[in-house]
């Protein structure tokens, strides 16, 4: 069965960076992109971004472009997502979330989704 | 960006009750339209795409409909186990964009 596992819960001062790994397993990894959706506490969803788990091309939102990075590891079935110059403002969950239809950047509907992975940007 | 909103923001409904959450979009969309659930500390799940297609295993009593701009999320009948926050989001253009949320909870 799909799933994706996500790297656990951080804790990071303002101005650090934060990377976290989302794992994939029940499919093959290569073929369908992935994105990230992030939520802060009691808010709505956010999206970050795509990166295509073939070839590691990427888009982002404007509003994170200059502080993420995103990039896979094929031997391992992993996709990790980097944001560097953390604020408070940063302070959600980040999920990954797979693309429902293979082959396609352009698929906006996300079947599967990871746990979540808290990051807290304190002083 | 295309701005997604949703009415109402909540609704109070019973066990049994038929329950309807629409959503708009800033600019025509068309059919590129998917619809979340999501429970404290969870994250979503996908119920409709498409606009009206159902995602797997979900109930039949959730149900989508509309394009162009104007969308709606109707549940026929609603269980216990509905009662959550739905989503809506469009996918036909980059960024990617989520409504705000309506929140269905128990009268």
């Known amino acids: 069965q799909v799933q994706l596992v996500q790297s656990g819960a951080e804790v990071k001062n303002p101005g650090a960076s934060v990377k976290v790994s989302c794992k994939a397993s029940?499919?093959?990894?290569?073929?369908?992109?992935m994105h990230w959706v992030r939520q802060a506490p009691g808010q709505g969803l956010e999206w970050m971004g795509i990166?295509?788990?073939?070839?590691?091309?990427?888009s982002y939102a404007q509003k994170f472009q200059g502080r993420v990075t995103m990039t896979r590891d094929t031997s391992t079935s992993t996709v990790y997502m980097e944001l560097s110059n953390l604020r408070s403002e940063d302070t959600a969950v980040y999920y990954c979330?797979?693309?429902?239809?293979?082959?396609?950047?352009?698929?906006?509907?996300?079947?599967?989704w990871g746990q979540g992975t808290l990051v807290t940007v304190s002083s | 960006d295309i701005q997604m909103t949703q009415s109402p923001s909540s609704v109070s409904a019973s066990v049994g009750d038929r329950v309807t959450i629409t959503c708009r979009a800033s600019q025509g969309i068309s059919s590129w339209l998917a619809w979340y659930q999501q429970k404290p500390g969870k994250a979503p799940k996908l119920l409709i795409y498409?606009?009206?297609s159902f995602q797997s295993g979900v109930p039949s009593r959730f149900s989508g409909s509309g394009s162009g701009t104007d969308f709606t999320l109707t549940i026929s009948s609603l269980q216990p186990e509905d009662f959550a926050t739905y989503y809506c989001q469009q996918a036909n253009s980059f960024p990617f964009t989520f409504g705000p949320g309506t929140k269905v909870d128990i009268k």
């Open positions: 029940g499919y093959t990894f290569t073929i369908y992109y």
């Open positions: 979330a797979r693309a429902q239809t293979p082959y396609s950047s352009s698929s906006g509907f996300f079947d599967y």
């Open positions: 498409a606009a009206s």
């Open positions: 990166i295509n788990p073939s070839g590691g091309g990427t």
